[in-house]
Each structure stands twice: as C-alpha cells, then as structure tokens.
C-alpha cells in the first residue's frame, strides 16, 4: 500500500477553514483516498473518502487532483471540537476484508 | 451504532507476565483488527482476522498472538510482557464488504497497558 506524507501538526483558529494535505506519490489505480478523525482517548473513526475530484459530506470535503498523487482535506469554519488527529490513507479495494495503514497523522489545534 | 468494546480501559502488568486484551463487537462483523498506538508512530497493525479462527500477521506481531475462537470476539495475547510494550491498544472491527471498500471501521476506545 503507498505511503503517505502530511504534516505532524497544524493551528488553527475558530471559525477558519482549514486544509490538510497530503502526499501519496506511489498511489496505484485501485487505491483510494480515506481520512479517519481521532478525538483525544478514542479510536479513529471514518470522515471521508474519495478516488478523484471531490467528495463533500456533511463533515469535511475531500479534493483529489487528476494525478491523485496528493489529496486535500478541508474543514470548513472550525471549531473547538475539531482538535484532533487527522490519519490520511490509502486503503486498497478488493482485498479481503482490506486492511487499514496509518501514517503518523496531523494534529490539529484549534484555538479560541 | 456498531459497538466495539475493549474489556479494560487501563492495565498495569508486570514484565514476564502473560497479557490477555479483550474485544468484542456486537454487529456480526467479519474482520477484527488490533492496533497499537505510540506517540511519533501513529497506529501500527499487530494482527487482523477475517474469520473465526483465521487470523493473520500485520506488521509488527513479535510478540504477539492473537485468538477469535467466536466471530464477536478477538483476542491479544502477550505471551510475555515486555516494558517495549507500554503502549494503547486499539481493537476495529468492519464488515467484510466495508472492508474491502476501506472505510466503515470501527474503534474501540483503547487499552492503555503498562508494563513496569
């Protein structure tokens, strides 16, 4: 599965959108791009995923270049309860049960 | 909502002990999953199972063993405890079909294990 790249950690502040990118240059035809979002003394859990352009939900919109050799993440106007963790993958369909890689992830902090 | 539920919070085990982490999901998923979470490493996959007494090595499973003798339940062995790992262990579990897909996991909340 590729590997991805993205930053350790951001700021932000309340009610600014914020963009997470992420770098997954050996991404292959069947990859596709998934986010997770982990709260501080939780598991991950599932916010997004896309193959190409954008995918939008009712938590954050997904931005895929045609090349999908990088994939941005966007949260619009955050707000306190968005600091977190945010795990960028590259999950692989059609494997058996398929398998989940983490990276290190971005910390986000968002401030008053 | 699908429930997965990591038997203790937190452990404090001696090293040379034998270890014995807990999770049980109660949404007939097929595959299990543990992680284990250290500061700088992110999640790293331990072992995974898609089946009842199937199971399978992730990338760091020295160490470790695993058991799912029935499908809502998966276990993590420390056949014995080492200080190396201290560490928060994360139980997913997913729908085969969801797993396939790559989204559709669910976490536990965590065991936080000590080993002194």
């Known amino acids: 599965l590729a590997k991805t790249t993205q930053p350790i950690s951001m700021d932000s502040y309340e009610g600014q959108e914020v963009n997470i990118t992420c770098s997954h240059n050996?991404?292959?035809?069947?990859?596709?791009i998934t986010w997770y979002q982990q709260f501080p003394s939780q598991g991950p859990r599932f916010i997004i995923q896309?193959?190409?352009t954008k995918v939008t939900n009712e938590v954050a919109s997904l931005f895929i270049p045609a090349d999908r050799k990088s994939s941005t993440l966007s949260l619009p106007r955050v707000s306190l309860s968005d600091t977190a963790v945010y795990y960028c993958?590259?999950?692989?369909?059609?494997?058996?049960?398929?398998?989940?890689?983490f990276g290190q992830g971005t910390e986000l902090s968002v401030k008053p | 909502d699908v429930k997965v539920t990591q038997s203790s919070r937190y452990l404090v085990k001696r090293t040379g002990e034998k270890v014995f982490l807990e999770c049980v999901q109660d949404?007939?998923?097929?595959?299990m999953f543990w992680y284990r979470q250290d500061p700088g490493l992110g999640l790293r996959l331990i072992y995974f199972?898609?089946?009842?007494?199937?199971?399978e090595k992730g990338d760091i499973p020295e160490g470790y063993s695993v058991s799912r003798e029935k499908k809502e339940r998966f276990s993590l062995i420390l056949e014995s405890a080492s200080t190396n790992q201290t560490s928060m262990y994360l139980c997913?579990?997913?729908?085969?079909?969801?797993?396939?897909?790559?989204?559709?996991?669910?976490f536990g909340s965590g065991t936080r294990l000590t080993v002194v």
């Open positions: 199972s898609y089946d009842v007494k199937m199971k």
């Open positions: 050996n991404i292959a035809t069947n990859d596709y």
């Open positions: 993958l590259v999950a692989r369909r059609g494997n058996q049960g398929g398998k989940l890689i």
């Open positions: 949404m007939d998923h097929e595959n």
């Open positions: 997913a579990s997913t729908l085969t079909d969801r797993g396939r897909l790559g989204y559709g996991y669910t």
């Open positions: 896309g193959y190409k």
